[in-house]
Structures are given as structure tokens and as C-alpha cells.
């Protein structure tokens, strides 16, 4: 699990860090600056009143240097998937129009998750890295070493290794999963960090924030930052309206049986008290010979968001999602390059349906005003269903059928 410091800026200003409330607020020592893990203890101790959870074992530290993190990680990504798996992915991405067509998928995930790293817990190891290179000093790595420490507490008491992160064929119920673990982590973060924090290191704090390199990041198709972004921000508020609604108990029965959709993250109360199940989607998987199966996986009530966003639906976006019930899509393509998206979604009335078909359908044409030969596309509207087939030519001349990155 990676965190980038550029993300701290969102959590100072969301968090209300620098809001008049603060100025009334008793002055807390300022902490010394903590070299990991020989002096972490006491950030241990922060973390568990944060969380109101004991580690229930001494935390395992690793430590490597910042020039070996890439190799880390790309070890860790090619350990999960082939890149041929990689490439299909990503093809099947760009058939819906969620990423452009020709993205290099595996080189943009190592670009933007190889900034600004201060710690991270690699939960198959069970380990807290730190960086032997890059002391945790300041307010900031402090927040992110606090960060990192929960992912650590949560391990020991919900076995993180048992989660199902690694699903390829589900990417709504992993992001559902995410936002758990990311938006609690974040909440004690925050405790932990206006214990330990004054005003003007907080406003020095928000101005270091503000100078960090997020060039990467903000480069990168909007998908890519937006779901990047989604397990923070959402799941931040999700967590604060379980505490909310039933306290830290109801935030752990969320750990012992998580949200399976990103619905039930956006719009609380479809998780709890009574869970919303998502309707299951199976579409159309059969083919003539020739054609090879890529993708089966869901894009999911946020995916649909990020999607129509992204050509010209900022202000519906929400509101069409909103009507997400479930869905499934499968890809294939042809050994020329010719691709086939199928795609079945389920809405919660006639309405609904439509009002996503006809915005998926400007999707589809504004896609075409940047693609040569045209994406042909067949949708059927059926009481709440909607059915996808979208016929993508190989693009002429290396042109791209998928977005920009606005």
C-alpha cells in the first residue's frame, strides 16, 4: 500500500486542519522527529487511541532505500499478474473508454506510484517499510508513518491477507474494499495528527504539501487519479458516517464483513443497516473462432462516474450513477486488433436505465470525434437492463479511441 504526500493537502483542508476552529485548540507538544522504528513506539501508542485497538504484536519493520522501491515494485506487480494479463486489462479499459486506448497501462501505474513514498506496509509480508535513505522527519511522514502504522493494527486484528485485493475480476468490490481500509487509516491519521500538531506547524505543514511534486499523478488519465484517490476520500467519509451511526463497532463489522460494492461506500445506509445486494450481470460471453476472450470484470457505480466525467457529464454524472443496481462486462479482440466490449447493467427502474443508456451513448460519440474508423455500437434497453455491444475497429494510425487526460 502506497501513499503519496501530495494527498496530504486533502487531508489537511478536509479534515478542517486550517479552519478558525483551530485556533482555539490547546497547543500539543511537538514530538521529536522519529527515526523508525527505534523510536516508534510512542507513534504506536497515538495510533491505538486513534483507533481504539491494541496491537496485539510488536509491528515488523523492513527497510530498504528509496532507489530500490521501483524494483520492489515492479517485482510485486509482475508476481500478480503476466503482462500479457496487464495488456488485455488495459485493452479492455479502453474499449469501455475508461482509459485511452493506447495507454502504456503498466508503465503509467509505476510512474505515478513511484512518487513521493515516505513508508509503506506490504501486507503479504506483514512488514512497515520505511526508507533507510529518507529519515521520517516532520509533521508530514509522521502523518504517513501513523498512516502505514494503522494498515499495520488492521492486519493484526482483521488478517488483511484474507481480503480478496488481489481479484482481477471484480475491480468494484476490490475499490469497495480499499475505501475500508483507506479511509480509516486516513480518519486516525488525522486524530493523530492534531494531538501532535500546532497551528503554524500546520499552516507550514499545508504549505509543504502544496510544493510536492504531484506532476506524475496529475499527468495521468483521469481514471487513474480518480480511483487512486476514491479509497481516501470516499472512504474517509463512509468510515465517519459508520462512527456516526454506530461507533467503532460498527466501523470493525465493517472490517469482519466489508462493503462488496463502491454503491454501498458512496451511500452509506445501502450498507447499513441493510445491505443493498448487487444484482449479478452475466453478459453475452460467446464468440465466432477468432476471437480471444481479454477481460471479465465490473466497472461498478464509481466507475461510472469516473466514466461519463470524463466527456462532458461533470454535472449528471453522480445522478445517473446513482441508479447502478450491478453489472458485468466481457472483452475480446481479434488476433488484427479488432475489439468487442459486451457489456449488461442493471438500474433501479426504466428511468434509470435509459437515462444511462443515453449518456453512455454520448459517450460513444463523442469517442468517435477522435477515432478513425468509428467504435459501432449497439445498446438495447430492456424494463431496468441495459445491454452494451460495442464493435471497436483496430484504430487507424496509432489513433486512440479512449480519452484525454483532463
Known sequence: MKRFLQLTILWLLAAGFVSPWWLGAQEAVEPAAVK?????????????????????????YGSMRSAEFKGFLA??????????????????????????????????????????????????????YTFADSPLRGNLSLMILAHELTHALQDQHFQLKQWPLKRKDNDDLVSAHMAVLEGDATIVMEKVYKRVSK????????????????????????????????PYLEGRAFIEELDRMGGMELVNSAFRSPPVTTAQVLHPKKFYPKREVPVACAPDGTVEPGWRRLSVNTVGEFGVIVLLRQFDHESDAVAVAEGWRGDGYVAFETGGGNGLLRWRSEWASADAAKRFANAYRDVVTKR????????????????????????????????RGGIDTK
Do not use: C, H
Not at 523510536?39 to 515488523?60: H, P, Y
Open 36 to 60: 523508525a522504528p527505534a523510536e516508534s513506539a510512542w507513534l504506536e501508542r497515538e495510533v491505538e487511541q486513534g483507533r481504539e485497538l491494541k496491537f496485539q504484536r510488536a509491528v515488523t
Open 75 to 128: 517485482k510485486k506487480i509482475r508476481g500478480e499478474y503476466k503482462p500479457e494479463e496487464i495488456r488485455d486489462y488495459s485493452r479492455a479499459l479502453g474499449m469501455i473508454g475508461l482509459v485511452p486506448e493506447d495507454v502504456d497501462f503498466e508503465a503509467k501505474v509505476m510512474e505515478v506510484m513511484d512518487e513521493q513514498v515516505a513508508a509503506f506496509f506490504d501486507q503479504d509480508a506483514g512488514l512497515l
Open 199 to 230: 497551528l503554524r506547524t500546520a499552516l507550514s505543514d499545508l504549505a509543504t504539501a502544496a510544493t510536492q511534486d504531484s506532476g506524475r499523478l496529475q499527468r495521468a488519465p483521469r481514471y487513474f487519479r480518480d480511483m487512486m484517490l476514491f
Open 368 to 399: 468517435n470525434a477522435q477515432r478513425q474508423p468509428a467504435l459501432v455500437l449497439e445498446l438495447k434497453e430492456s424494463n431496468s437492463r441495459v445491454d452494451v455491444a460495442l464493435r471497436v475497429p483496430a484504430a487507424a494510425g496509432g489513433q
